[in-house]
């Protein structure tokens, strides 16, 4: 057999494998020189197809004579945005995009439009490695996972570290704050430039009761379970593990937590109501906790001013939680309770929670 | 505000924010309790929809009067089947299943119906780790990843273990043989059974060329020189990097290498022509290498024999490289090289490379 019919049998092999559409190859996302994104799907029959872009009102895309809808974009700033195709209602995630955005609940795309020098760009600086741990929860009665990251020289020193437990939002999986948040990429540049103390970063699975992760209407009570069962999940699995499998410093001057949406009320539920535990507490788009602040922050006071070294509560200006975050505020003011308050533009989105990481894993453990 | 509208006020961010339909939600996959499984898609304005699933034929979906098309299969032997929705050409994810299998070229869902017992499925016992590794290539110039599974037990001990290094195919990336292929699962299930050696694992990304990993036609030429470039990037990056950074044992009788499709071809390249390295060799489905065996291996001949102490060449008989591959074992044949010839049942799947890792990891450092 000739070279040239081996390699058609492969191609034919790896063809039928890959169930390849016959149609001419499609290019999407397409990022111009100008920073300019044009989205392409082919989609002959469909009568409305929509760009739903993360941080962006949906936009109504254009077809073709040969059935290809398109969209440009304006120019964008350099990040990384997920994204979405709805076919005539229903979300899609771009077939001819290998960068998928991982979560229970909603898959998406993500298109990455280069900006050099921002945190979470991958760059000529030593890199930590990110651990990928299972074990059966005895709480729960699941198998689970969770990730930690440790930074670069980990392995040759001798050292311990402090530690960082960050948390993803809810219909994440425990890979969001690596595969979604570049959490691991964030430290390593922060490191690298001296901004941040060399830490290691625990990033578990953000569910007590995980059947809260459901379709269709959010069980508010469930939801808040979940939170409450987590804390529990945190401190007498995941918290006692690492630490056995890390060289964690466990003085609570060296333990932080901090999450976003799901993860940022799990973190001040667990946080504030463990500061013999933690230090440094930080909440970015904090969702679902609720308004019964005296049930769930029983001992709450100005004494907790003695024992946290930073209490940090960001939102996006834009985000619809904008306004429960403000209350939770009032509520440590009229406590006297110190904090910061932080408020970026921007709304729900992975865009605030990269640069909420990237803000406040400079101000830990200094 | 009431409970009820902070509820709602968070649904209505987290509705925004996931994107979600306005249409009811559909349940897809459903896996029946006789292992039937019915797909389905919302696609009102489709005009044909079929279902591609691994090592299986397409089969042609039906619409509803509410444009939701469904297929229901036969009863399914327990495994893990990738597959994509075949809209009007296009390749698709199903937008109602969040387990992916992620590919540089074809994204498709997943679909597991369990089956205990088998070696991928996830068993009370107990788990090793898979390490995350990041670098940058010299060799090839990009920044680059591998992964690391440890055995149970491994952070706790001072001894050396064996090493197997396993390759992914062509437009997986170095997530494949761990994301999709269950390696360390597997593992744990066969260490625990004590069928397997503990052993360490080392997934490369296993390109050396990355540029030929492209939609369209493959250049069989640049294929070639990706192979052996790869091999170069395995002997003097990463195994080194991996030699020190785990306790692995550096013998040659305690060194491995196996792969699926292109990174089968690239163990034979890589093991057969570097025999003071390796003793087992494995490939699984190999494709892409060519038939200038005296160019790709110019110094095998029987006196491999003395080395080898396992040359294990699997391949589906469903394969449409089957054929290229009786073709290389009679070369062995021809040269008096000893071999262990596989054939089973299957198509070019991770059905049939998943039992191959279960089949080869108990022959290994015996």
């Known amino acids: 057999m000739s070279f040239m019919n081996r390699a058609v049998l492969f191609l034919l092999t790896v063809t039928v494998f890959a169930q390849t559409p016959p149609a001419p190859p499609i290019v999407s996302p397409e990022v111009h020189s100008d920073n300019t994104v044009t989205f392409r799907l082919r989609a002959p029959n469909a009568a409305v197809v929509n760009l739903s872009m993360e941080g962006t009102k949906s936009a109504p895309m254009q077809k073709d004579d040969k059935g290809v809808w398109s969209y440009t974009t304006s120019a964008l700033d350099p990040d990384i945005y997920g994204y979405s195709f709805n076919v005539d209602g229903v979300g899609l995630m771009d077939p001819n995009n290998s960068l998928m955005k991982p979560n229970l609940l909603s898959n998406s795309s993500a298109v990455h439009i280069p900006g050099p020098g921002l945190a979470w760009e991958t760059s000529d600086v030593p890199h930590g490695e990110v651990h990928h741990h299972f074990y059966k929860s005895a709480l729960v009665g699941d198998h689970r996972d969770y990730y930690v990251y440790t930074p670069p020289g980990y392995t040759e020193g001798s050292t311990k570290y402090p530690v960082l437990y960050l948390l993803h939002g809810y219909s994440d999986d425990a890979s969001g704050w690596s595969a979604v948040g570049h959490a691991n990429v964030i430290l390593d540049n922060l490191i690298a430039e001296k901004k941040a103390k060399p830490m290691i970063v625990v990033m578990p699975l953000g569910y007590g009761a995980p059947e809260v992760v459901a379709r269709g209407r959010i069980d508010m009570e469930k939801f808040r379970v979940n939170i409450v069962k987590f804390r529990e999940v945190l401190l007498t699995e995941v918290m006692p593990q690492v630490e056995k499998e890390y060289r964690i410093d466990r003085r609570r001057e060296m333990r932080a937590i901090a999450g976003l949406s799901m993860g940022g009320a799990e973190s001040l539920i667990t946080g504030l109501n463990n500061l013999d535990k933690f230090s440094y507490v930080g909440s970015f788009s904090a969702g679902g906790l609720g308004e019964d602040y005296d049930v769930l922050f029983p001992k709450l006071d100005q004494s907790a001013n003695k024992q946290l070294k930073l209490l940090w509560i960001a939102c996006g200006t834009e985000d619809g939680l904008i306004g429960t975050n403000r209350k939770f505020r009032d509520m440590l003011a ?32 200094q």
Chains 1, 2 share one sequence.
């Open 334 to 365: 009229a406590k006297y309770v110190r904090f910061t308050p932080i408020e970026t533009p921007g709304m729900h989105t992975w865009m605030v929670w990269r640069r909420n990481l990237a803000t406040i894993a400079p101000l830990l453990f």
